[in-house]
């Protein structure tokens, strides 16, 4: 069976309305966002109350298999050492002392049950953003723990819950709901499905992804996050390989790729297939930081010695948005690209 990709399906009505589903999914992130973090507020207001009537915790442990994205927001401004413990259960040190918080947004994962139930058993503090009726919420049932409710199933919608109850006890950053929803309305708004191939950065993206091996690099924390999230992306969507990591990591992929000749038959090899080369996506958070410069000009300049095509995805913005809703804008534009990749694919 082999994979060609049609770039004329990504504005044809019939086939984008088949795919309707995905689409407006990832059009209703910024709603999802407004969503979760008006019914939780009732229960922030109280674990905030809670947090405020006690002392500073000793540290802050991030349980669960979503604890790297709260790592990457809270580990540079954290004024308490913080620690994010995917695997089951928790640090053999947490105690009472200490803060327990997690992302649970579907709430039926056993081992994050099982590491919210040790942290109550122990005496931690504990703030779970989870659905109120899951299993994790069941063992969650404690006397120091909130349960922050949660019901649309979006990471990130659950984050952002989590981060303004951090924000408001003064353990993590400025993380405003609002602009974050809008910078996710201001992505959706671009990438609509309604806005054709001349104007659509995703659909363009797309293009420039079909038939290649991305290479995905974001220089900063969060836009290094954005960059693996992308990658599972487009690998799901396409099923083939897209890779990120640091600029270390790579160099050497960009390096091993053979230079592009102008004389090359476009066809590889005597059965057919096309060279499927690397494309280096580079994710742009606006971040000026000398070193990551320095990374991003290093990664351009040995892909353009190679001849390897070089993209660049920047924020939907203006200026001024917090860290995290940068990072929002990067992911979602990249989930776009990766919706419309598989859209524009066809298999014979």
Not at 136 to 165: I, S
Not at 212 to 220: A, E, K, L, Y
Not at 244 to 273: C, I, K, N, S, T
Request: proline letters at 6%; hydrophobic letters at 45%.
């Amino acid at each position: 069976m082999s994979t060609w990709f049609d770039e004329s399906r990504l504005d044809d009505e019939r086939v984008l309305a088949a795919a309707d589903v995905v689409l407006r999914a990832l059009a209703e992130s910024g709603a999802r966002v407004r969503r979760e973090r008006a019914e939780a507020g009732e229960a922030l207001a109280a674990a905030v109350q809670r947090a405020h009537d006690g002392a500073r915790p000793r540290a802050v442990v991030a349980a669960g298999p979503d604890s790297r994205l709260l790592r990457a927001v809270l580990e540079p401004w954290c004024p308490v050492p913080f620690v994010a413990w995917p695997g089951p259960g928790l640090p053999g040190w947490v105690g009472s002392l200490d803060l327990v918080v997690m992302l649970a947004p579907e709430g039926h994962d056993a081992g994050s049950a099982f590491a919210v139930a040790e942290a109550t058993r122990r005496g931690a503090q504990v703030v779970v953003a989870c659905p109120p009726d899951s299993l994790v919420a069941e063992h969650a049932a404690g006397r120091w723990t909130t349960v922050l409710p949660v019901h649309t199933g979006d990471q990130l919608a659950a984050a952002v819950v989590v981060l303004d109850y951090l924000e408001r006890v003064q353990l993590g950053p400025r993380a405003d709901a609002e602009e974050l929803a809008d910078a996710l309305d201001a992505v959706a708004g671009a990438c609509s499905p309604f806005r054709d191939l001349a104007v659509n950065p995703a659909k363009m993206l797309a293009i420039a992804l079909a038939e290649t091996s991305p290479v995905v690099w974001g220089g900063s924390v969060l836009a290094a996050r954005a960059a693996r999230r992308v990658a599972e992306s487009i690998r799901r969507a396409s099923g083939t390989s897209a890779i990120a990591g640091d600029a270390e990591h790579l160099m050497p992929v960009l390096e091993a790729a053979r230079p592009r000749d102008l004389f090359d038959d476009p066809v590889a090899d005597g059965e057919g297939a096309a060279e499927r080369r690397p494309l280096l996506l580079i994710l742009d958070d606006g971040s000026t930081e000398a070193l990551q410069v320095e990374q991003r000009d290093r990664l351009a300049g040995t892909a353009a010695a190679r001849g390897i095509r070089v993209e660049t995805m920047t924020c939907q913005e203006d200026g001024g948005w917090t860290e995290v809703s940068r990072y929002a804008s990067l992911v979602l534009q990249g989930r776009y690209a990766a919706a419309y990749l598989r859209i524009g694919l066809i298999e014979e």
